[in-house]
């Protein structure tokens, strides 16, 4: 009976020594904080998903966004991240459903109406939560290298308040 407790005690200190290893690793820069969550096992925050410019009229240059899970195009939950660079403005927006937005890094101002005003608008920070309701006018301001999870039901569209 002492050959299967051994095995089992061998196979803990291995999970142990696995768990452990990532941590013993340089962990100070945003690339190596995503290897360390690929090694885990875990979703990684930019490593391993497929990123491609945010290409929408009227939308800056320079935000990114990835597919997590779901299909923007087809009705169903879908989850998508977006990286901004500091001080992106997404400009005045809605969407048909209701934007459920994470704040995974970095922190984001969100503010309704037409209008951007950076004073007027709700700091969100990492870890933060907010939701945009369907049909409701907002935006948001990157500070600092920003990366937000949003979730909700397809499809997901974006249209923008002023007409573009
Ligand atoms: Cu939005």
Known sequence: MNVPM?????????????ACSPAAEDTTSQE?????????????????LSWTDVAIPGVPAGARMAVV?????STGAFVLRLDFPDG?????????T???????EGSIRVGM???????????????????????MVHYAIADGRTMVQVHGMGPF????????
Do not use: K, M, N, Y
């Open 113 to 135: 109406g037409t209008e951007v005003d950076p004073e007027a608008a709700q700091v969100v920070e990492t870890g933060g939560f907010i939701t945009a309701p369907a049909e």
């Open 88 to 96: 992106f403005t997404f400009p005045p927006h809605t969407h048909p």
């Open 6 to 18: 051994r095995g089992a005690h061998a196979a803990a200190l291995l999970l142990v020594l696995t």
């Open 98 to 104: 209701d934007e459920h937005v994470t704040v995974l």
């Open 69 to 73: 899970s779901g299909d923007l195009a």
């Open 32 to 48: 190596t904080l995503g290897a360390a969550a690929t090694a885990e096992g875990g979703d990684a925050w930019r490593d391993g």
């Open 157 to 164: 569209a974006v249209v923008l308040a002023s007409g573009e």
